[in-house]
């Protein structure tokens, strides 16, 4: 009798299981965020820096690149700061920093809070004389 009773509930147990497989793939999925570039550009100053802020919707990698440091003066720097970080209010609280960053350098980070919003800074690291003037700066930022 218990023998009859065991293979019953296996056989319920089979078609119960079997019946929950197909819900899973119904489950929905979560799609992949849409990756948006921006372009900020401006002038970099003796000693000066410069920040932009951007908003992520969506968790992912955070790509920087700068472009170009065109000089206004006799020649452009051999080298700027290039940082990104978290906005708070004004103040853009800098995680990631390259000090040595050149036209092609790349600062990359991860988000990992749905949406925020976030900075990037240029700024003179000392490179900047008054012979070699301001320089123009273009950058661009890839992120979800």
């Keep these: 009798m218990q023998n009859i009773t065991l293979r019953a509930l296996l056989a319920s147990l089979a078609v119960t299981l079997g019946a929950c497989s197909g819900l899973i793939d119904e ?16 002038t970099l100053t003796l ?10 919707g969506a968790t992912g990698t955070i790509t ?37 960053a050149v036209v092609t350098s790349i600062v990359t980070g991860t988000v990992s809070t749905l ?14 004389t008054r012979e070699t003037g301001s320089v123009d700066y273009t950058f661009t930022v890839s992120h979800p």
């Design 47 to 56: 000693n000066g820096a410069q920040t932009h802020t951007f908003f992520t």
């Design 64 to 100: 920087a690149t700068l472009t170009a440091l065109t000089p206004q003066g006799e020649a452009a720097p051999e080298y700027v700061g290039f940082s990104m970080g978290t906005q708070s209010g004004s103040t853009c609280n800098v995680v990631l920093a390259n000090d040595r």
């Design 115 to 128: 949406s925020g919003s976030l900075c990037m800074r240029i700024y003179d690291v000392g490179k900047l």
């Design 27 to 42: 489950l929905p999925t979560t799609p992949d965020p849409v990756i948006s570039t921006e372009t900020f550009n401006g």
